[in-house]
């Protein structure tokens, strides 16, 4: 399924008309924010944690050079090789370099937003080579061959009957709608794809410059098996995802489970240090961590958004978000939906393809309030809205009414004239007592009638009474 942020307003409101997927969305959002809250009432220390992590996310974003050039020397040091990924497909071309040359025919690949970024998988396939998701989820949204709808939940949108129908459709089973059935069919067949992979790719949650360490964590275990049984292991990160020392993990450790899905720990938490070693009876016998950039330093070099490197991915901040239970993830057309992923399309894609991104929230502050690192989303979103005026990027006939506004609020006759206009024009029409009709403004939401008397003829009306 191939979606664009330029579509959103098209996707949401066909979304908004899908009762099923709207009760999908608030029934899953609702049971993810009860868990979470549990959980954080077990941790009395929770906002300590988060200022922690807020400020060392600053720290390392603040010296991000620094840190980097730790961890590619650690990660050498170590036995593995870093490469430099400027963009998506430089990241992608490196990958299938490696596959082709050592001939790898199948790749289990572990949940990894950025590979998703990346649209690895399609390269890869287009070169013949078989690439299975092994999250369970991904694993659903590969075989409808859509992108994910939640970042932590790929496939969120979906009714165990959807899947079942889908399991049915595409495994050939028998259909079924009994999680426990599906689960043990996908098991069945993913842990055939692990015993003959020569290539797993996995995502990094945190990378930690002082050891060269990358920690994945997960809930299935298939990350580790991608991560162990073939012959080659390939990392790809964001290159924010870096932190400072080893006895920084557990902050993020604590905050990260709690936050996306309720947990006090995830059930697999892999520090990888390197290729296997001599003596060693398990792991890959090759290590590459792949870097991406991918528009990351210029969102570092200003300083107005660079708090948006401090995500570490979590999710809570769609959960909680109004906009998005109603929506749904694929209506923001891109692999990072919710209030952060309007706030980190635009800066890699663009503004001109995702322009009404950052209008897609209330502004209620919800997402900054349950952000675990404290990133001051709504702030960010406000910063694009007016990055998309400067840009010229919003529709004309806001523009042009935003300027009569200023016209009339920067001089009083406009403004009396103007008010007078639409009222006589209101009066003639004989909508005097009804809502105001707005261009894109009340098909979707009531705009109050005008008032019967100005507040200057109010005013004067008191004077008079007073005088009297």
């Given at each position: ?7 959103f ?128 989820g991904?694993?659903?949204?590969q ?104 006895a ?61 490197l ?28 919710g ?27 919800a ?8 990133i ?49 024009a ?43």
């Amino acid at each position: 399924m191939d979606l664009t942020p330029r579509h959103f307003k098209t996707y949401a409101k066909k979304n908004l008309k899908n009762s099923q997927l709207r009760k999908a969305y608030q029934f899953a959002t609702a049971h993810a924010l009860l868990k979470r809250k549990e959980q954080v009432r077990t941790i009395p220390e929770w906002e300590e944690l988060r200022n922690k992590a807020h400020e060392l996310k600053k720290e390392v974003i603040e010296h991000l050079g620094a840190y980097l050039e730790q961890l590619e020397n650690r990660v050498t040091t170590n036995g593995g090789t870093v490469f430099w990924a400027s963009d998506g497909r430089e990241a992608s071309d490196y990958i299938l370099g490696l596959a082709q040359k050592f001939r790898v025919k199948t790749i289990v690949k572990s949940k990894s937003m950025t590979t998703e970024e990346m649209k690895l998988g399609p390269l890869l396939e287009k070169a013949n080579i078989e690439v299975v998701e092994t999250d369970l989820g991904e694993y659903i949204v590969q075989l409808a061959r859509e992108m994910p709808s939640h970042i932590t939940a790929p496939a969120l949108h979906k009714t165990r009957e959807e899947i079942g129908r889908l399991f049915a459709a595409r495994l050939g089973i028998p259909y079924t709608s009994v999680p426990e059935e599906l689960c043990t069919v996908a098991r069945r067949i993913l842990r055939q794809k692990f015993l003959v992979a020569e290539m797993g790719i996995s995502g990094v949650n945190f990378a930690i410059a002082e050891t060269g360490t990358i920690v994945v964590v997960e809930n299935e275990g298939n990350a580790r098996l991608s991560i162990g049984m073939p012959k080659i292991h390939v990392a790809v990160m964001g290159l924010e995802k870096v932190i400072p020392r080893l006895a920084d993990l557990p902050v993020f450790l604590k905050l990260l489970p709690a936050s996306s899905t309720g947990q006090r720990l995830t059930s697999y938490v892999s520090l990888v240090n390197s290729p296997r070693r001599p003596g060693e009876l398990d792991g890959p016998e090759e290590f590459h961590l792949v870097i991406l950039d991918n528009g990351r330093s210029e969102i570092l070099a200003n300083p107005m958004m660079r708090e948006s490197l401090y995500c570490i991915r979590c999710g809570a901040c769609l959960n909680t978000c109004p906009v998005y239970q109603r929506v749904g993830g694929h209506s923001y057309g891109s692999v990072y939906s919710g209030p952060i992923g309007a706030v980190l399309t635009p800066l890699y894609q663009g503004m001109e393809v995702a322009q009404d991104l950052p209008y897609a929230s209330s502004l209620c502050g919800a997402c900054s309030e349950i952000c675990p690192v404290k990133i001051n989303i709504h702030h960010l979103l406000l910063w694009l809205r007016s990055q998309v005026v400067k840009e010229d990027c919003s529709p004309w006939r806001e523009r042009a009414m935003m300027k009569l506004f200023l016209m009339g609020m920067q001089d009083s006759f406009i403004y009396r004239m103007g008010s007078n206009l639409i009222r006589a024009a209101m009066r003639v029409s004989g909508k005097r007592d009804m809502a105001l009709p707005v261009p894109g403004w009340t098909e979707a939401r009531d705009f109050p009638p005008l008032a019967k008397k100005t507040f200057k003829q109010l005013w004067k009306d008191l004077e008079k009474e007073a005088q009297d």
